[in-house]
Nanobody
Framework: QVQLVESGGGLVQAGGSLRLSCAAS????????MGWFRRAPGKEREFVSV????????DYADSVKGRFTLSRDNAKNTVYLQMNYLKPEDTAIYYC????????????????WGQGTQVTVSS
């Protein structure tokens, strides 16, 4: 059982930056592709970004491409989502997720989920 703990959320003004972290309990963390999803008020959960097990490939939703950067440090069992030029529409609860069988863009394909961290962007 992999436990994921997100941190780094908060309140920021539009145009600002935040860095989210997701720490995993699993020593075999490097076996997992890691994704980020978000759920805005009144909306469905949506894909944000994903990184492969070794960090050599990432992908992003069009809405965040060029503003967000996902990276991972397997030695620290942690992934980082650097979010720049934040917009009010980025306001959501952000969740990290782990998947054993490679990168995916569809939330139900993930095996483990964190509890989420709130990001609020004021205009």
């Amino acid at each position: 059982q992999v436990q994921l703990v997100e941190s780094g959320g908060g309140l920021v003004q539009a145009g600002g930056s935040l860095r989210l972290s997701c720490a995993a309990s699993e020593r075999t963390f490097s076996n997992y592709a890691m994704g980020w999803f978000r759920r805005a008020p009144g909306k469905e959960r949506e894909f944000v970004s994903v990184v492969t097990w070794n960090g050599d490939s990432t992908d992003y939703a069009d809405s965040v491409k060029g503003r967000f950067t996902l990276s991972r440090d397997n030695a620290k069992n942690t992934v980082y989502l650097q979010m720049n030029y934040l917009k009010p529409e980025d306001t959501a609860i952000y969740y990290c997720a782990a998947r054993v069988r490679g990168a995916a863009w569809y939330a139900p394909m993930y095996d483990y989920w964190g509890q989420g961290t709130q990001v609020t962007v004021s205009s």
